[in-house]
């Protein structure tokens, strides 16, 4: 079968330039099921593991929501740790790439506090941080939430396996009611099956064992040695 082409969705001409800046024509199949219901604004689980294309599919989606003239947060992106929260808030300022005056802000436990509360008096379009630093900028009301319309947890099973429900759902009763969620997650036990009931509408399910056309176990074996410049090239290629 034939791969679906990026260019057969409804995206803006910004978005298909930086997508074919990063050599990006076809849609993997995690993409090719779950954007069409994310550019029409439902809700979505998607399951899949890393290396399918999620990460993508997301921002793109968010992206593709966006009213830039707005500066302020329009999509929150929660991810269990800092180090995926870096790699996702990157893949999706490459995504944006073409948009222009696009901010992202990135909360992570274990930077400053100050250059955060910082960037978020100067406005921002996007939020990607992890859940504790997300709940610790809404105590001390330097983070609005009223204006998201898009909320993704990436990794949603790793973040209930590390203790974070209590602060996620403090974080979900910050948002909006009405709003697109989006929840990705390698696995779907019970509890995340109990987590969309609760914070999505009619959720669209996608479920994609396929990590691109790699074997898993060579992917976790191998090192590659890339030069500094390189870098944010390839962890995009690995999201």
């Given at each position: 079968?034939?791969?679906?082409?990026?260019?057969?969705?409804?995206?803006?001409?910004?978005?298909?330039?930086?997508?074919?800046?990063?050599?990006?024509?076809?849609?993997?199949?995690?993409?090719?099921?779950?954007?069409?219901?994310?550019?029409?604004?439902?809700?979505?689980?998607?399951?899949?593991?890393?290396?399918?294309?999620?990460?993508?599919?997301?921002?793109?989606?968010?992206?593709?929501?966006?009213?830039?003239?707005?500066?302020?947060?329009?999509?929150?992106?929660?991810?269990?740790?800092?180090?995926?929260?870096?790699?996702?808030?990157?893949?999706?300022?490459?995504?944006?790439?073409?948009?222009?005056?696009?901010?992202?802000?990135?909360?992570?436990?274990?930077?400053?506090?100050?250059?955060?509360?910082?960037?978020?008096?100067?406005?921002?379009?996007i939020v990607?941080?992890?859940?504790?630093?997300?709940?610790?900028?809404?105590?001390?009301?330097?983070?609005?939430?009223?204006?998201?319309?898009?909320?993704?947890?990436?990794?949603?099973?790793?973040?209930?396996?590390?203790?974070?429900?209590?602060?996620?759902?403090?974080?979900?009763?910050?948002?909006?009611?009405?709003?697109?969620?989006?929840?990705?997650s390698a696995t779907?036990?019970?509890?995340?099956?109990?987590?969309?009931?609760?914070?999505?509408?009619?959720?669209?399910?996608?479920?994609?064992?396929?990590?691109?056309?790699?074997?898993?176990?060579?992917?976790?074996?191998?090192?590659?040695?890339?030069?500094?410049?390189?870098?944010?090239?390839?962890?995009?290629?690995?999201?």
């Amino acid at each position: 079968m034939t791969p679906a082409l990026f260019s057969t969705l409804p995206l803006a001409p910004t978005q298909l330039e930086a997508l074919a800046g990063l050599g990006y024509s076809a849609m993997t199949p995690v993409q090719a099921q779950s954007l069409p219901a994310i550019l029409q604004r439902k809700d979505v689980i998607i399951q899949a593991k890393t290396g399918s294309g999620k990460t993508a599919a997301f921002g793109i989606g968010l992206l593709h929501h966006l009213n830039p003239r707005f500066f302020g947060v329009q999509a929150l992106v929660m991810c269990p740790t800092r180090e995926l929260a870096e790699q996702v808030g990157e893949a999706i300022r490459q995504l944006a790439s073409r948009m222009r005056n696009i901010k992202v802000v990135m909360l992570c436990g274990g930077k400053p506090f100050g250059p955060q509360r910082d960037s978020l008096e100067h406005g921002a379009h996007i939020v990607v941080g992890t859940p504790g630093r997300i709940q610790d900028h809404l105590q001390r009301q330097t983070l609005d939430l009223t204006g998201v319309a898009t909320f993704v947890l990436d990794e949603a099973d790793r973040m209930l396996d590390m203790g974070f429900a209590e602060v996620m759902a403090t974080i979900t009763a910050a948002l909006p009611k009405k709003r697109q969620t989006l929840l990705l997650s390698a696995t779907f036990p019970e509890d995340i099956k109990k987590m969309s009931r609760a914070i999505q509408r009619q959720p669209i399910e996608v479920k994609v064992d396929a990590v691109l056309t790699h074997d898993e176990t060579v992917l976790e074996q191998l090192f590659f040695e890339i030069q500094k410049h390189e870098r944010n090239t390839a962890l995009l290629a690995l999201f």
